[in-house]
């Protein structure tokens, strides 16, 4: 957002998205202009949607893959499309794969880059979600350009100026990195996505059970996924915002309440616990709809 940021550009993304996305693209003065992802598709974005909104001022358009909030993964397919439409708008595609490899259902996880012959790709990485290390604000940035279309514009070397000026992360994160990934061993990998497949299953089970909350999707990647709330079923909630402020305060159970998105009436759970806790979180939540279930339903 720093390179490409300046007054009269838009850029493209995604609702509902990753709101730091947008907050920076704001502060570097950039236009933001939504495109919809679509419930019924498996959170797919809304092509159409995407050539209409974009004219000769767009630069980018951003996709989340596997995506934060939806827990989406999209085929290879879809991935194909998207660069078929911004070769064509004559847009780069910024993928955010923090949550690269982090699938456990039936569509694997392909890279945005292998489509750079079609359109120049900038990739965002991070060592916290598929490492297991949360709090390790360590991340990177990949270009797939295989045309020079990045570099001839002088992206690439912007790139590198504006990472010279970032404060980097503590040094001892920096030293413990090469060491990280040469070493860290596939059956720990397989462990966390066995961990996530497991939770993901009881979380979709378990909210199927719950008559005001319904799941579109059921996640096939990263830790999260995105339900819809039926506030008519529900006798004292007026929106997704009150539903959250009520839970947590009768049940001390978090949930994100999606008007902060921009999807009113929908929440994101997330699923990155014990099956125990899990467990015992969905049952709360189950009482506190049964609490507040409407008597005319």
């Not at 850029?11 to 998205?17: D, F, N």
């Not at 194909?80 to 996880?109: M, N, P, Q």
């Not at 490492?131 to 045309?147: S, Y």
Request: charged fraction near 20%; charge should be negative.
């Amino acid at each position: 957002m720093s390179v490409f940021g300046q007054p009269g550009v838009n850029i493209l993304l995604p609702k509902p998205g990753y709101p730091k996305h947008e907050a920076h693209a704001i502060l570097h003065r950039m236009e933001v202009r939504h495109y919809d992802l679509v419930p019924e598709r498996g959170w797919e974005v809304d092509l159409e949607a995407v050539e209409a909104l974009a004219d000769e001022n767009t630069v980018a358009i951003l996709i989340t893959n596997p995506n934060n909030p939806c827990g989406s993964v999209y085929t290879h397919e879809h991935l194909a499309k998207i660069a078929d439409i911004a070769s064509k708008l004559r847009i780069l595609v910024i993928a955010d794969e923090v949550y690269g490899h982090l699938v456990y259902g039936s569509t694997s996880f392909v890279p945005m880059g292998v489509f750079g012959e079609t359109v120049p790709v900038i990739t965002l990485g991070a060592i916290s979600k598929r490492w297991a290390v949360p709090g390790w604000r360590l991340g990177w940035i990949a270009t797939c350009d295989p045309k020079g279309v990045l570099r001839k514009t002088k992206v690439a070397d912007s790139l590198r100026s504006f990472v010279n000026l970032i404060s980097d992360p503590a040094t001892f994160l920096q030293g413990a990195i090469p060491h990280i990934m040469k070493n860290t061993n596939n059956e720990f990998f397989g462990n966390i996505v066995r961990l996530l497949k497991e939770t993901a299953d009881i979380c979709y089970d378990e909210i199927n059970e719950i008559r005001c909350i319904t799941c579109p999707y059921k996640p096939e990647g990263s830790f999260f996924m995105m339900v819809k709330l039926d506030v008519s079923q529900l006798s004292d909630i007026s929106d997704d915002v009150d539903f959250c402020s009520k839970l947590v305060k009768e049940e001390s159970v978090v949930l994100l309440p999606e008007k902060a998105l921009g999807m009113e009436n929908w929440l994101r759970i997330t699923f990155a616990t014990e099956s125990p806790t899990l467990k015992q979180g969905l049952e709360r939540l189950k009482s506190f709809c049964l609490r507040h279930q409407s008597q005319a339903n």
